[in-house]
Structure formats: C-alpha cells, structure tokens
Antibody, heavy 122, light 108 residues
Framework: QVQLQESGPGLVKPSQTLSLTCTVS??????????WSWIRQHPGKGLEWIGY???????YYNPSLKSRVTISVDTSKNQFSLKLSSVTAADTAVYYC??????????????WGQGTLVTVSS | SSELTQDPAVSVALGQTVRITCQGD??????ASWYQQKPGQAPVLVIY???NRPSGIPDRFSGSSSGNTASLTITGAQAEDEADYYC???????????FGTGTKVTVL
C-alpha cells in the first residue's frame, strides 16, 4: 500500500527557510487522481492545513501562509516538497505529508506520513 | 465562516455510545472526514464521504451529517478508542482545507 515519509532538518534558525521532502512509496504521484498535501500541528494544538500540489504542478495554499509557502513535486523521484520562508518560533510544529482525495462533495487524507518535528530556534 | 467547531472534550463509559459533533457553514455543502489521533502518532482516517470506513476501521465507528453539523459516533466504545478526534472539510470556496478544533475522547 502507499506509504509516505517526511524528511528534512529538525532545527531551523529564525528568518531562514524550512525545507521538507515527502517520499511516496507503493504508488506513483504521476498516476494522478490525488492531491499531495502538507499539514502541520503546533505542539499540543490542532491540525492546520498548509496546502497541496497535484502531479501536474498545480497548487493551492492556505491563504494565511500563502506568502511564505511553496510546494513542489519531483515525479522522477516520486517526491513532493515544502518550503516555508522567513520562519519564526511560531512555525515550530510537527509537519505531516498526506495524500488527499478530492471530489465535488468530499475530501479526505489517507495515508499520512509519520510526521517530523521542526523546531525554529537560534 | 470557514471554521469547524468541535467540543473540546467528551467522556464515555466503556461499552457505551458517544457522539462527537463538528459544526461549520461549509458542512452544508461538503461532507466531513474524521481522524483519530493518539499521543505521539499521526492522525488516522476513520470516516470519509457520506459514511465510509477505511479497511481496518471497526464498524463501531460511523458518520452522519445534518445541516451544518457532521457527527462521528462510536457505538460500544473501547479503551483503545481514547484519543483526539478531528473533523475535516473545506471552506466555502471549496479550495482551502479546514480541520476542526478537535475533541479529546476519554473512555471511563
């Protein structure tokens, strides 16, 4: 079955760019039909949707983060990536990647990666 | 409004039934999906679409919707159901994903 795995630095300095990669195994991003998403969870808090990318490269971002977020895809490596610029301590969170199904009436995320904690600190 | 509101916490006696609700204007247009999250673990999908369970999710989990409210019901709660539960849908534009505020379920 499809599995997702996040990777990237666990510590980022303030004002720098957070970069994470999600590697997809057991299925191909290029097959289409799914939206590849990033979601984060601040310590002890709820889930926040960051954005998604389709295999074609089309994206949609949470308006609250849009000015700082870039999501890209590398179909040759079966990976998609998140970049979040100008980070502050408020960006400290567990970051998850997930596969999203979307249709006219519904959407859901399944599966999820295990999550990776990113701490913003000098 | 694009928010999804859930009760912060509910408790249920072992073997009894608990319903978790999720309220938001966008739920008049879109179905909610539901996720279970245990401490230190990633969320797991438990209900999607009108009332569908992924493979491996017990049939004691069910979903429903009416007006601006979506509900997740656990019929015959087990100790292993103690977790945080989140609903998810989209905002009224249909583009932005939105998660509920989360409900902590305690099984007594």
């Amino acid at each position: 079955q499809v599995q997702l795995q996040e990777s990237g630095p666990g510590l980022v300095k303030p004002s720098q760019t957070l970069s994470l990669t999600c590697t997809v195994s057991g299925g191909s991003i290029s097959s289409g039909g799914y939206y590849w998403s990033w979601i984060r969870q601040h310590p002890g808090k709820g889930l926040e949707w960051i954005g998604y990318i389709y295999y074609s490269g089309s994206t949609y971002y949470n308006p609250s983060l849009k000015s700082r977020v870039t999501i890209s895809v590398d179909t040759s490596k079966n990976q998609f990536s998140l970049k979040l610029s100008s980070v502050t301590a408020a960006d400290t969170a567990v970051y998850y990647c997930a596969r999203e199904v979307r249709s006219i009436l519904y959407n859901w995320f399944d599966p999820w990666g295990q999550g990776t904690l990113v701490t913003v600190s000098s | 409004s694009s928010e999804l509101t859930q009760d912060p916490a509910v408790s249920v006696a072992l073997g009894q039934t608990v319903r978790i609700t999720c309220q938001g204007d966008s739920l008049r247009s879109y179905y909610a999906s539901w996720y279970q999250q245990k401490p230190g673990q990633a969320p797991v999908l438990v209900i999607y679409g009108k009332n569908n369970r992924p493979s491996g999710i017990p049939d004691r989990f069910s979903g429903s919707s009416s007006g601006n409210t979506a509900s997740l019901t656990i019929t015959g709660a087990q100790a292993e159901d103690e977790a945080d539960y989140y609903c998810n849908s989209r905002d009224s534009s249909g583009n932005r994903g939105v998660f509920g505020t989360g409900t902590k379920v305690t099984v007594l």
